[in-house]
């Protein structure tokens, strides 16, 4: 089973300031990741797969990169609406899929 | 607009059993992958199950596998987690997601509210 390993576990961070969330995969995932947001009482909403690419109505302040073992999740500048928890997950090697434990942004 | 609506949950005891579904709409069903993704109150997602699109293929993480079983009825637009033994480890709440493909990808790009599934005695 692939661990994924997310950092920080909370990021402190100002509206409009850029945020950097990191997410470590303990083999490599080639570029089979993707990256989740949830909002307090709401169900998870798919951001990014492939590494890079956004999902649908996702905003472009929405960027990841990485491949292999180590990815980045960026929020060039933060609304009020992306104090969120955010979950890495590869779909790489499977089953079975797996999530990393999480990022919360909170407005500092 | 796709939408997915789970209901089944509730509180149930320990060893008993409880089936999950979770209504579709809003795109053709019988054309994609879907997932079971569950979360403990406060904590992280933990993927459960995937079907393929015609039901062949069926995937499960080993905490439940031999307990739970997941199905498809196109006729009605439904998936289902048939939950059997259950512990309270199993207390979480439950969603459902879309797989973008027809062969599983591993990715979830809509899911449902969830509904919430309480084991205790």
């Known amino acids: 089973e692939i661990v994924m390993t997310q950092s920080p576990a909370t990021l402190s961070v100002s509206p409009g300031e850029r945020a950097t969330l990191s997410c470590r995969a303990s083999?490599?995932?080639?570029?089979?990741l993707a990256w989740y947001q949830q909002k307090p009482g709401q169900a998870p909403r798919l951001l990014i797969y492939?590494?890079?690419t956004r999902a649908t109505g996702i905003p472009a302040r929405f960027s990841g990169s990485g491949s292999g073992t180590e990815f980045t999740l960026t929020i060039s500048s933060l609304q009020s609406e992306d104090f969120a928890v955010y979950y890495c997950q590869q779909y790489n090697h499977w089953p079975p899929l797996t999530f990393g434990g999480g990022t919360k942004v909170e407005i500092k | 607009q796709v939408q997915l609506v789970e209901s089944g949950g509730g509180v149930v005891q320990p060893g008993r059993s409880l089936r999950l579904s979770c209504a579709a709409s809003?795109?053709?069903?019988?054309?994609?992958?879907m997932h079971w993704v569950r979360q403990v109150p406060g904590k992280g997602l933990e993927w459960v199950s995937v079907?393929?699109?015609?039901?062949?293929?069926?995937y499960f993480a080993d905490s439940v596998k031999g307990r739970f079983t997941i199905s498809r009825d196109t006729s009605k637009n439904t998936l289902y987690l048939q939950m059997n033994s259950l512990t309270a480890e199993d207390t979480a709440v439950y969603y459902c997601a879309r797989d973008p493909g027809i062969a599983v990808t591993g990715i979830a790009d809509y899911w449902g509210q969830g509904t919430l599934v309480t084991v205790s005695s």
């Open positions: 083999q490599s995932v080639r570029s089979n």
């Open positions: 079907i393929s699109f015609d039901g062949r293929d069926k």
């Open positions: 809003g795109f053709t069903f019988s054309s994609y992958a």
């Open positions: 492939g590494t890079s």
